[in-house]
């Protein structure tokens, strides 16, 4: 996890020996962009070419930075594909993306480089339409979000913000519900937030979220975007029947920074993960919040790690050596506050 102010900005690094091999999810906020930057430039020769960038949707705080890459021809890593979905895959499936969505700037720098959803020529990127890709070197991604519904409900608020103000989205006429009783004093009480009433998140960005579980040599992430817990539910369930009622997972980056509305204890139940991510230095709206941890320590399975990219007064509120005891997880933070860096091995 990368410094991606309260978004995302995902490096993934796999294989067996060097040269290795390398994709990206999201770009965090556009100041991700610098750091980002000069980290790559580091990489050997050989290793700067990326099997894939993935744009997981269109908030700013998962979009900025990508979208400076994309424009920066001298930005020190190439792409051999890069999945989005634009405007012209919300309305059909089927039509290739050369519509309205030429003028927004994403979309624009897509088209002129040539490497846009070239895993299912050019459609969108969708369950139904393309169930999984195995990249060079092995590597398979297999597709949990989204689906149909979730991209056309975008298409009304896609049009609004694109009026005011291009492809990124800026004030939110929705956002999330209130925040109800986030005054609390002294110790967390987790089994009260854990059986706090589940509210849905209502964004439709959100909704559009690309969701992959990465799987190499035996070892699975989940990497959740900002993915509604009802896909996320829908996709993963069918997997955890096979496997006993749980799907193994060696890393879940949860969805949106571990909100309570998307982060549901139906969620956290289908899976059996020891690791558990949360990329967010706290800004905006506060996450992670303390209900979708609670529920993770709650519902989830034994003796779990929960990895925070920044220290903030949110996840400085779990590394309370009573509540460890109590609850038998570990935390692990960037070595500095303000870092924004961690790195896990699966």
Request: charged share 30%; net charge neutral.
């Amino acid at each position: 996890m990368l410094p991606g102010r309260e978004g995302d900005c995902l490096l993934v690094t796999y294989g067996a020996a060097r040269p290795f091999r390398h994709l990206l999810v999201d770009g965090g906020r556009a100041a991700t962009y610098r750091e980002l930057k000069a980290r790559l430039r580091d990489l050997p020769a050989n290793e700067r070419r990326f099997e894939l960038l993935i744009v997981t949707h269109v908030d700013r705080d998962h979009i900025e930075g990508a979208l400076k890459i994309v424009e920066d021809d001298a930005f020190p890593v190439t792409f051999r594909d890069v999945w989005f979905n634009g405007f012209d895959h919300l309305q059909d499936p089927d039509l290739e993306p050369f519509g309205a969505a030429q003028g927004e700037r994403l979309t624009d720098a897509l088209v002129r480089r040539g490497r846009w959803n070239q895993a299912n020529r050019r459609r969108s990127i969708e369950i139904g339409r393309m169930r999984q890709r195995t990249l060079a070197g092995g590597l398979r991604l297999k597709l949990l979000s989204p689906d149909r519904a979730k991209l056309e409900l975008l298409i009304p608020r896609w049009i609004h913000e694109a009026g005011k103000a291009g492809l990124i989205p800026g004030v939110d006429p929705r956002p999330e519900p209130p925040e109800e009783g986030l005054e609390r004093f002294g110790s967390l009480d987790v089994d009260d937030l854990a059986a706090e009433p589940f509210s849905p998140d209502p964004s439709e960005p959100n909704g559009t979220s690309i969701v992959v579980l990465a799987e190499f040599e035996g070892r699975r992430a989940l990497l959740a975007g900002d993915g509604h817990a009802d896909r996320l539910v829908s996709s993963i369930r069918p997997m955890a029947r096979r496997e006993g009622g749980r799907l193994r997972l060696d890393a879940f980056k949860l969805p949106h920074h571990g909100s309570r509305h998307n982060v549901s204890r139906e969620l956290i139940e289908l899976v059996d993960c020891r690791r558990w991510l949360f990329s967010t230095n706290g800004s905006q709206f506060h996450h992670p919040h303390a209900e979708a941890v609670a529920r993770v320590l709650k519902f989830g399975r034994g003796d779990p790690e929960l990895v925070f990219n920044y220290r903030s007064d949110e996840t400085l509120a779990w590394d309370d050596p009573t509540l460890k005891r109590r609850h038998r997880y570990t935390t692990t933070y960037p070595a500095q506050a303000d870092d924004g860096t961690v790195a896990i091995e699966v």
